[in-house]
């Protein structure tokens, strides 16, 4: 599905349910106002804040999380495209043909870290990664290769290599970082509890205030959806850029 698409259908999603939570409260509170023997606005408005104020510490804390991830992973990406470049620079110590080698399987890696990053949002497959792995065994190789003829560029040459290919790994490991299912599975069920119990509290007084729990319902269906594209970056309407990797100039090999 289309990502835009999808998390449009998330937000909606979101919303309907909210939606209905607020109407199932206000019946079943015009209900109770019906039956009961006397007020009970004082204990609904207590458990009324008591619900607000944990969903605010739920939501503040997934968010805060969510957005440092996503952060996190757009930092790698300029580290990953850093440490291309001067890989690519560092080749220049070799002797041709490795230098050649060393930089044209730069270019290469490059331009492969880059293409599947439109499916990202399906995973990656095993034939990627396998990609990838081949792709790092001739990079390592054309600059031990190169270092063995000149091995004075042994360090100069080998570190900003193997940040390349560390950082390959740094990106898969923060990519499988979410928040657990039990986590968003809480913020949804005390999101649904609050909007449920504002309505309840609006049936026992027999006004709906729609603008006000329909704007707040809107609301935190909106940092849920927030929360839930955030941490998940290649699959929602938030996506990581791609535009240090691509902005990498690569000279064109001599001869």
Avoid at 17 to 29: K, N, P, R, T
Avoid at 198 to 219: D, F, K, M
Wanted: glycine share 10%; hydrophobic share 50%.
């Amino acid at each position: 599905m289309n990502p835009i698409l999808q998390d449009v259908s998330i937000a909606l999603g979101l919303l309907v349910v909210l939606m209905i939570a607020l109407e199932s409260g206000y019946q079943a509170g015009r209900r109770s106002a019906s039956v009961a023997d006397g007020p009970a606005g004082g204990q609904v408005g207590a458990i009324q804040g008591a619900i607000l104020g944990l969903l605010a510490l739920l939501l503040g804390f997934s968010f805060a999380g969510a957005a440092t991830r996503f952060m996190e992973r757009q930092d790698l990406i300029v580290r990953e495209a850093n440490a291309i470049g001067t890989a690519y620079l560092r080749a220049d110590l070799l002797d041709e043909p490795h230098r050649a080698e060393l930089q044209a399987a730069l270019r290469r890696y490059t331009h492969d870290r880059i293409e599947p990053s439109a499916r990202l949002r399906y995973g990656i497959d095993e034939a990627e990664l396998a990609k990838f792995e081949l792709h790092h065994a001739q990079i390592w190789s054309a600059a031990t290769t190169g270092i063995d003829a000149r091995p004075a560029s042994t360090l100069a040459v080998l570190n900003p290599v193997n940040d390349v290919i560390d950082l390959h790994s740094t990106r898969m490991a923060a990519g499988r970082k979410h928040l657990p299912m039990l986590v968003i599975g809480l913020l949804i069920a005390c999101s649904l509890l609050a909007i449920g119990i504002i309505g309840y509290g609006c049936g026992l007084s027999g006004r709906r205030r729609a603008p006000l729990t329909v704007s707040l319902s809107i609301l935190i269906g909106t940092a849920l959806w927030t929360t839930i594209d955030l941490d998940h970056p290649r699959a929602g309407l938030m996506q990581l850029s791609d535009a240090p990797l691509g902005a990498l100039r690569f000279e064109a090999p001599a001869g």
